[in-house]
């Protein structure tokens, strides 16, 4: 059974920086993309970056481009989301889910958001002065 736990959340203030980790353990395939995402209390949950384990290929949110990096070990099958320039509109539970893909977002849209599965317990992230 494929299991995701992120950590890494905290208390940033605005500007500040903060870099979450996903830990995967379980996994049956060799290819997957590990896409993180948070949820806001009363909104959507929004996709914010993905990572493709056949290259690295990434995939980013307009709200978080240029702010956000994404990057995985494979030997320790953990992702890192580097996140930036935080402001008090990236509070939220970040989550880490995981779906089957053999392709590149270099080329590809990746999987569809619906594919994702195993989402872990989230970790609380709050931008605050």
């Known amino acids: 059974q494929v299991q995701l736990v992120a950590s890494g959340g905290g208390l940033v203030q605005p500007g500040g920086s903060l870099r979450l980790s996903c830990a995967a353990s379980?996994?049956?395939?060799?290819?997957?993309?590990i896409g993180w995402f948070r949820q806001a209390p009363g909104k959507e949950r929004e996709g914010l970056s993905f990572?493709?384990?056949?290259?690295?290929?990434?995939k980013y949110g307009n709200s978080v481009k240029g702010r956000f990096t994404v990057s995985i070990d494979n030997a320790k099958k953990t992702v890192y989301l580097q996140m930036n320039s935080l402001m008090p509109d990236d509070t939220a539970t970040y989550f880490c889910?995981?779906?089957?893909?053999?392709?590149?977002?270099?080329?590809?849209?990746?999987?569809?958001?619906?594919?994702?599965?195993?989402w872990g317990q989230g970790t609380q992230v709050t931008v605050s002065s």
């Open positions: 990572i493709s384990s056949i290259d690295g290929s990434t």
């Open positions: 889910a995981t779906a089957p893909y053999s392709g590149s977002y270099a080329v590809g849209l990746g999987p569809a958001l619906a594919d994702f599965r195993s």
């Open positions: 379980g996994f049956t395939l060799d290819h997957y993309a």
